[in-house]
């Protein structure tokens, strides 16, 4: 975990400066003017901006993270894509197939 | 064919910008987000290595996964993935397929729909035997059987629609089809993130047909399976996971019972396939087409493998979209020892191919007086510049002796009288070369090199000079400490047992001393030597082999130093060993022998079986599927011959 929040947040603060936090659920985060804005998502891919690296190492611990969370499935798009070449070859097939038997 | 690698990633609005060491970390953190077709315009000099991800999403695909700055140069690694690949890469040699011209007189050869169910679910045997070879390279690797694996779905759909198009294909080109089995060396066939050949599946699909046609050598094949058997109970299964490197396609990764079970089936399939393409279109093989084809093709592996050298994205363009087994060499040169391949997976296995080019070229013109005209002679210069590239003087040598054997047998020069004084030259020059040579030095480097593979689990004392009895070549002194606790091979100790074997007669050679000797002219003895490390086979597989193209228990199962990178054994006869046991290597070379003596009088068959089985001698061609495929074409080409008199006839 402190790898990721290190990797998503940098290296500006230390763990333990979590422990302020508790569990406060009035703990107001101090925006840090010499922070990047940090966006971060959650499972259902909800964004949020952190100001500092106490917030931002706060929602990392949380559970988000630093990229949206992948809701393309590759492999399903690929069966469609093979679904539909197998359709149109043999639509093809068949189109060549009258033609032929027209001509 | 470009564009998959052309796709940007939606949401990216940052450029592409050129990739040096001050910019890795922009490419770093912008994963995905650039297709390579987008970097191409920046960077199309620049002095980067493309390398495939294997293990990307399909997301992913055709864009930059991953950028590294390495000493010597800066790795861009553009994501690939295998159902992907499977797709792509099909549909490509199968438009390649379909360039090969109709023939007229091909005969309705369509196959039913249960064949092809059959090796898509050979597929899956083969998917599930190497599990860990593909877990490996797919974050997605999934075979359980549930109508949400789109995973498992869209590879068996892909597999099913391939046949069904090949099928097609195949119709109206089976007669055809040999005439352009050159190309196999150039296409070579093998999928990105598969082991598998499409090549290998192709033939084998037609081999299938010759069975399904009740048209098979029944003999051949109760041999087949009581061997198949045989060594399906005595296969050992473990978790050995094999480097297959520059041997992708053709050779088995793991040490299952399904990954034996469906190279049996596929190995057996496919010399049926090239058997049966012979068998029903004989009549129609040109063999002016083929040498045109063989020359075509010699040239373009040359024209592609300067061009993959000079840039990097055709470097890559050209390992995806001609199947390579690995990515071409980017130099013009040889590299750290390494001689120049091109872009083949071995110079040694390109160097044959361009003799074997050469050598049937000059055959067709003398034997069958085929003409060449301006162009051909052009591509003839250009496959003797591709052999001196990859540097194979055995090639070179055996192409000169056997088309100088030819000439004097057309000459009518050969004789007994001639014979006889050839076999005095070469019993003269021989004996020259042994006296120049320290006799002693070459009749034990055999044994001393796989004792430096060894890793003997005792220390070995020294003497005054420091030596031990490895370095004094004092073999007898190793075999005095008790065999199982030396972690000796089998074949290393019954050699060493052999060369210090105090019944030797007086004068005679010891068998070993000789194999040694030839094996370090031949310069095979550091090679033969590690297979005499490697090579521990309990009797059954002594006798009937590991399987087709198993080496995952000969390479890792006997502990030697040479563990990591691929040392393989450089001879065709010692891996038939390793897949079929003296069993199998003694009748392959009973069948290959009573065929070559049935057609002694032909000899445009026997010199160009002559000059594949001397290479076969000093390097593995037959763990390459185009050198494979046509070993075993040129071994039935007597029938085609034989076709060729009866009709002039």
Known sequence: MEQLIESICGSRGSISELEKIGNDPNFVFENDPNFDTVILFDTNNNIINVNSWLECANYVNGGWVGKQVETFNGEQFIFFVSISLFVIYFSFKKLVKRGVKQF | MLFPWSIRSNNSIIPAISIEESTVGYYQTNTCDFSLQEILSNNFNNKIEILPDKNSSVKCFGKINGVDNFSDSIKVYVGTNMNVDFLLQSLFFLLLVSTIPKSENSKNNYLPLISILFFCGLLYVHLEGERMFYEYFSKNFNLNFTVDNYFLLSLFLICILTLIIFNDLMKDRFSNFLNYLPFMFLFVGTYNTLNINIFVLFIAFIGFKSFFENKYNKKIFLVYLVVSIIQIFNFKESVLLFDIDKLKGFVNSSQTIESLIFWIIVYYFLISGILYLINESKEFFNFSLFIKNLLISGTIITAISFLSALNPFLNFITYYYLGLNKAGIKSFNSVEGNTWRGIGSSAEALGEFYGFVILITSLGILAKKIKLNKITLLLLVVNFYGLYETNNFAALLTLFLLISFYVLISLKLVNRFSIITITLIITVFVSLLAST???????????????????????????????????????????????????????????????????????????????????????????????????????????????????????????????????????????????????????????????????????????????????????????????????????????IENKSTNSNE
């Open chain 2, 437 to 639: 040579v320290s006799y002693d030095l070459y009749s034990e480097a055999l044994l001393s090199e796989g004792y430096i593979a060894t890793d003997l689990n005792i220390e070995l004392p020294k003497d005054q000079y420091n030596n031990t009895a490895v370095e004094n070549s004092n073999f007898g002194e190793i075999l005095q400490y008790p065999k199982d606790q030396t972690n000796i091979s089998n074949s290393l100790y019954l050699f060493t047992e052999r060369y210090t074997s105090v019944k030797n007669i007086k004068y005679i050679p010891n068998e070993i001393a000789v194999v040694s000797f030839i094996a370090k002219t031949i310069n095979r003895s550091e090679k033969w030597g590690v297979f005499l490390a490697k090579y521990n086979p309990n009797l059954g597989n002594f006798l009937f082999g590991h399987g087709p193209n198993q080496l995952s228990e000969y390479y890792l199962g006997h502990k030697t130093k040479v563990n990591t990178g691929l040392v393989l054994p450089h001879s065709s006869f010692l891996d038939f060993l390793i897949f079929y046991g003296l069993f199998g290597l003694l009748f392959i070379i009973f069948i290959i022998s009573r065929i070559l003596y049935i057609n002694r009088k032909n000899y445009l068959y026997l010199i160009l079986n002559s000059y594949l089985l001397i290479n076969f001698i000093k390097s593995d061609s037959i763990l390459y599927v185009a050198s494979f495929t046509l070993f075993i074409f040129i071994i039935n080409f007597y029938k």
